[in-house]
DNA sequence: CTGTTAGCGCATTCAC
DNA sequence: GTGAATGCGCTAACAG
C-alpha cells in the first residue's frame, strides 16, 4: 500500500497561488479574508482533497480539542449511558473524546491515565468512575495537583472542584414516598456495597423517608448491584421482618433477584409485597410484574457534564460559583405494576 | 488557577547539562546512552515531574499511537464489552483510544466521523458497528479509499480487508443441535431485524440445523431485539404452529419476553416449551426458568481486533494473508434450565 | 486584506 | 556516546 504524500498546507497554498497564512485563515473561519480569497482556497481545499493536520495545529497553537474521558464498567447500563452523553456532547461542542478504562482503582493506576492524558495535552478531563469512598482521598489528592479543568461524577460535592451527580438521595424519598402512598408500612432497603457513595445516598434518602424507629437496621440489607444479592436480600429481610410488606432496592438487577425470590416463595407482588428499583434499565418494563423504578438521567449526565467542562474551559464558569444544585440532575420515578396494588 | 510555564525537554536538558537529544535518547529507551548520563537524566525528569508532549512527539515523528474506534449502541450489552475488550488490549499495547459515536448511519456521518479521525493523524481504525446490510455498500466505499489499516466487525468477509466476527451462524448451529439433542422436534426461530448481517447469520445457522421442511416459513418470526417482540413472537409462531415445542431466540432481551409470554399462556419451560437465547447477558442466569444461551466472546473481540490492526500497522499482517477462519471468535453454549427437561 | 518571519516540542539526520 | 542543525505542519505576531 504505497501512501500519497501527505497534502499540507502548503500543498493548497501553491495550487491557490496565495500564502500558507491566507490559507490558515480560511481553514480557521478568520473574517479578515476577501470573499473571492477565501472561495478560491476553499475549492483547491475540496480538490486536493486537504484534511487539516490537528496534531500540528494543536502544536502551534498551544492547546488541543480533546478531552479524556475516564471510565468505569461499560458492561453496565448506568456508566455506558453516561459515556453515550459526554460523547454526543462533545462531538456537538466540536471535542474529541479520548477514552481510558480503569478496572484496578489504586494509586499506580490512577497515575498512569492521568499521566498519558496530559502527555495528551487533554484540554480537559471528565472522570466518569463512581464515588468509592474508600478511595475519595486518594483521588482528591491527586486530582487536586492537577491544573486542567477537570469533572467529577457521582461522588460526594468538594469544595472548588466541579462535580456534577444524580441527586440519588431525592431518586429514594421519590421511591420510598410513592409506597407509603400506596399504602405500604413496613419498607425494607436492599442497598448497594456500601463502598458506593450512591449506595449511601439511596440508604440515606430511605433512611429520611422511612421515619424513626428502633429496629430500623433489620431493615437494611446490603446487596453487591448482582441479581443473586437481590435474592438474597430477599430471604435474609423476610426472616428479620416477618411484617415486611414492601422492599425500595437500590438497583433493578436486584430487583429481578427479588422478584424470583418473591415468587418461588409464592409471594404475590404487589399484592403481598410492593418493590420500587432503581435505574430503569430497559428490562424493568418486562419484568414480571413490570417493576416500578427511578429513572437515571444518565445520558443527560454526562451531557451537562461537557457543557460545564466546556465552560470551565473557556473561563465561563468558575470553582468559585460552583453550586450544588445547578449541577444535580433530578431523577424520576417511573410507576409500574410492582407496586401499585389494585383498588379492593 | 495560575498555569505553572510547562517544563520541556529542554528544561530537563538544561537541568542535567546535556542536551536534549540525550534527553530524547532516554525517553525513548534508546541504547546508546551512558549508563551514568541515563541516571541523571532520568533523575532530573522525576525531580521536575517532566512527561513529554505526545504531540510534539507525533508531528516530529510522523505518527501517532492513536487508534480510532468507531462505536455504536453502547447501551447495549454486546457492544460494551466490544469496546472494553478495544481499550483494554489498547492499553496494554500502548496505544490511545479516540473513541467517535454513530447513531445516524448516513454518508454524512459517516465522512465526517472519519474525516476527523485522519484529521487527528490516528494510525489505525476499528470499525465497531453492526453489518447492517443495507449500507455495506456505502462502507465499503468509504473505506476502500482510506489509506489507513482497519479493522471491521461483525459484518461478512471483504476481499483484501481485516474483518473480525463472532461466528454467529456455529452459535445458532450450537443452538439448534442442542435442542433437537433434549429431544425438541419443532423448533422455530424469532430473529433480530433482517438489516443486521448478525441476524441473517443466526437465522441461517437455524435453517442449517432444523432441516427441510415445506413449510419452514411458518416457524420464522423477524423480532427487532426488543423484549417486546419477544413476547410478540412467541405469540406469532403459536398461532401458526400449534405443535411448536422450542424456540431458537436470536438474543436474550427478546427470550425474556418469550419466557413471559410462557407463563402468561400457561406453558411450561422448559417441560412445553424448549428455548434458548444468544448474548449470555448476566441477568439470562436468572431468569425465571435460568436461560439457556450462546455466550459472545464480545470482549475478545474487541481485544483481537487490536491485536490484528496492530500487525497491520507494523505489517506484519497484510491484507492478502487474511484468513477468515483466523479471525473468527467462536461462541459457545451455555446450558441452563430453559432447555433441558428433566428425565422422566 | 495579505504575506513574512518565527517558533510550538520533539525526533531525525548527521557530525564530532 | 553525545551534540548541533533541521524540519514536522501549522498558527501567532507582526508588517505592509
Known amino acids: 500500500m504505497i501512501k500519497k504524500a501527505k497534502i499540507t498546507i502548503k500543498d493548497v497554498a501553491n495550487a491557490a497561488g496565495v500564502s500558507t497564512q491566507t490559507v490558515s485563515r480560511v481553514l480557521n473561519n478568520r473574517p479578515d479574508v476577501a470573499p473571492e480569497t477565501r472561495e478560491t482556497v476553499q475549492s483547491v481545499i475540496r480538490e486536493l482533497g486537504y484534511a487539516p493536520n490537528i496534531i500540528a495545529r494543536s502544536l502551534s497553537s498551544g492547546r488541543t480539542n480533546t478531552i479524556g474521558v475516564v471510565g468505569f ?14 460523547e454526543k456532547k462533545a462531538a456537538e461542542y466540536g471535542y474529541s473524546v479520548m477514552l481510558a478504562l480503569l478496572d484496578k ?45 477537570m469533572a467529577l461524577l457521582n461522588r460526594p460535592p468538594v469544595k472548588k472542584k466541579l462535580v456534577l451527580s ?3 438521595r431525592e431518586g429514594a424519598r421519590l421511591a420510598v414516598r410513592h409506597l407509603q402512598e400506596q399504602g405500604y408500612q413496613h419498607i425494607g432497603i436492599i442497598t448497594g456495597p456500601m463502598s458506593w457513595w450512591e449506595a ?30 437481590g435474592d438474597c436480600g430477599f430471604e435474609a429481610l423476610f426472616n428479620a421482618n416477618p411484617n415486611l410488606d ?52 444518565a445520558r443527560h449526565l454526562g451531557g451537562l457534564a461537557v457543557i460545564r467542562l466546556d465552560q470551565c474551559i473557556r473561563h465561563e464558569y468558575s470553582e468559585d460559583c460552583i453550586n450544588d444544585g445547578e449541577n444535580m440532575v433530578v431523577p424520576d420515578l417511573i410507576v409500574r405494576r410492582s407496586s401499585v396494588r389494585e383498588e379492593s
Open 246 to 297: 414492601a422492599i425500595f432496592v437500590s438497583n433493578d438487577q436486584m430487583s429481578l433477584g427479588v422478584i424470583q425470590a418473591a415468587n418461588r416463595n409464592g409471594l404475590k407482588i404487589p399484592e403481598n409485597l410492593g418493590i420500587v428499583g432503581f435505574d430503569n434499565v430497559p428490562e424493568s418494563k418486562f419484568y414480571f410484574p413490570a417493576l416500578t423504578t427511578v429513572h437515571q438521567p
Open 200 to 229: 449511601q445516598e439511596r440508604l440515606a434518602g430511605w433512611r429520611e423517608t422511612v421515619g424513626k424507629s428502633s429496629n430500623l437496621h433489620k431493615l437494611v440489607f446490603e446487596g453487591d448491584w448482582t441479581v443473586e444479592s
Open 166 to 168: 444524580v441527586d440519588n
Open 105 to 149: 482503582y489504586d494509586q499506580e493506576h490512577i497515575e498512569k491515565v492521568l499521566t498519558q492524558f496530559i502527555a495528551q495535552q487533554v484540554i480537559g478531563i471528565i472522570w466518569a468512575i463512581p464515588g468509592f469512598t474508600d478511595s475519595m482521598e486518594l483521588v482528591a489528592q491527586i486530582t487536586d495537583a492537577l491544573e486542567i479543568p
Open 73 to 86: 464498567g461499560l458492561e453496565y447500563y448506568g456508566p455506558a449511558k453516561v459515556l453515550t452523553g459526554i
